[in-house]
């Protein structure tokens, strides 16, 4: 019998639900069937601002695509200055970390491919946050045994994990940097004491945030003293976090992990006067980046490669494009005209349904739980027994009918361990994504965040700190078997950031750097764009701007104002719960083309966003 408590609870649970779908417009055309709480994926985790056509963007020798035309400019600085890939990341990072606070930043983490033209091979490095030494499985867990509502555990100190996005960038920086670190950070030192102007996106998001004026030292930065947002074209100075930057841009990553930066960090998340939290300065000093082997897959004849866990979403995606293969010869994504196929779209929220089921049940940071026919720590593999077995897949493949499964049931892949139990994580993330191609033609793809919009909204010397714990299971167990992705000290929370890197499988030459904020509807965001360019011929700014749609087996999700009700009268007729609603992808992408005058660079910008390509 439940308490009082975690009625209420469970109560409040539904309350913010029904908010956040009202929040973004969800509207249902065939009502879902009743399932368990665990397959309701919330809303997306940053509200639409704006529908913008982007025009075609192309350049001959470097380009950069990021989220903020000020990042942009940062990144495109360093590319002319002669800098690498790599290099214009960092500068682009640390002004997002100023300029899109909401999404990304040094108080958060991340993931980043790099490709090397010269030996024509991807990298993978990994800067994905860490539960501290103190959390334990029942870290979101409240005292009758009810795991807690979303925000009752996301604002505050209990969420923040240990960030990793700095010592990331070191890491790639020490391997394929060329111009010094502290120079890449004087863009975004130089705009933190000049100041910005507020934009309208930034503006709605603290307009229309709950939390985070409670914070006083967010409060102080973003909002006037009546409490309202800054109006837009508000010069904003951060000298706070200029301050920081300068730190870092001397001292290296050790100047946020070790000192007083590290203990501000702390003091602050263990003093939360709410929601305190268990962060230590030994959890700060001892993180480490790591660099993993990338997941690379062949996709007719393309080479796909991504991030292997703790990310799902190179695994999702490779199955989901291994299942799209499977499809009749002729099916299309997006037809000629440029609307969604009905055929197409069928086959593609399908595929999407059996990824999301065995992402659910058997992925989690595999340092700590391997993966079905694998050990601890092993590169993800697609022997058999394994959920890339292709064998698997074509078994898998032949569950997608003429009608929907509506919620598919994990796998069972010969190497797959019995106890293991489907967990699930809200996943909110407020995430940002850059594409940049050098002059040498060396890639990077990086996704980095701070997971719910202004992550914990804890602020401090400047910067927001993230509270990507709630990535982990809320519940450690389900009908008493453990949860693969449930909270452990040390480990890494599951994340579908899909930064993915493509290489033509002959000569190993980049094809297209691609990835994308947007939470668990990551996956499908970039599984779309490849199948639309790869596969149905599409350009990439097309591809890009066109509808979104998914399933994180659950409701059929088609993209609010974009889709024509034909589509979705359609796939209900083959038995899809299908809803519209915002789907706020952050789509930044570089495909590369060759021809009889040479190569260049085209852009893809997503209209969702007020991001920017620049490029000579």
Known sequence: ????????????????????AAAAGGTALVASPRAHAETSRPAQPEAASGYRER????????????????????AFDVLAAG????DAAIAAQMVLTLVEPQSSGIGGGGFLLHYDARERSVRAYDGRETAPAAADANLFVGGDGAPLAFFEAAVGGRSVGVPGLVRMLELAHAHHGRLPWAQLFDPAIRLARE???IGPRLHRLLERDRWLRNDPAAAALYYDAQGHAWAVGHRLRNPALADTLARIAAGGSLALHAGPVARDIVDTVRAHPRNPGSLGER???FYRAFERTPLCTAHRRYRICGMPPPSSGAIAIAQMLAYWRAAPPGTRLLSPDGHLDADGSHRFTEAARLAFADRDRYVADTDFVALPGQR???PVSTLPGTLLDPA?????????????????????????????????????????????VDAHGNAVSMTSSIENAFGSRVLVRGFLLNNQLTDFSFAPTRDGRPVANRVQPGKRPRSSMSPTIVLDRATGALVLAIGSPGGSSIVSYVARVLVEVLDDGIGLQRAVSSPNLGSRNGPTELERGRVEPALGAALAARGHPVEYVDMTSGLHGIARHCGQRGCWLEAGVDPRREGLALGR
Do not use: N
């Open 1 to 20: 019998m439940r308490t009082k408590a975690s009625l209420h609870r469970l109560a409040a649970a539904l309350v913010l639900a029904l908010a956040g």
């Open 55 to 74: 025009g075609h963007a192309q350049a001959r020798r470097f380009m950069a695509v990021t989220a903020h035309p000020l990042a942009s400019r940062a």
């Open 83 to 86: 800098g690498s890939a790599v």
């Open 195 to 197: 100041g910005f102007e």
């Open 283 to 285: 959890d700060l000093a």
């Open 376 to 378: 601890p720590g092993e």
């Open 392 to 436: 698997y897949l074509a078994a898998r493949a032949s569950l997608i009918g003429t009608r929907s499964m509506v919620q598919a049931s994990p796998g069972a892949p010969a190497g797959a361990c019995d106890d293991a139990a489907s967990g699930w994580s809200p996943e909110l993330a407020a995430t940002t994504h850059m594409s940049i």
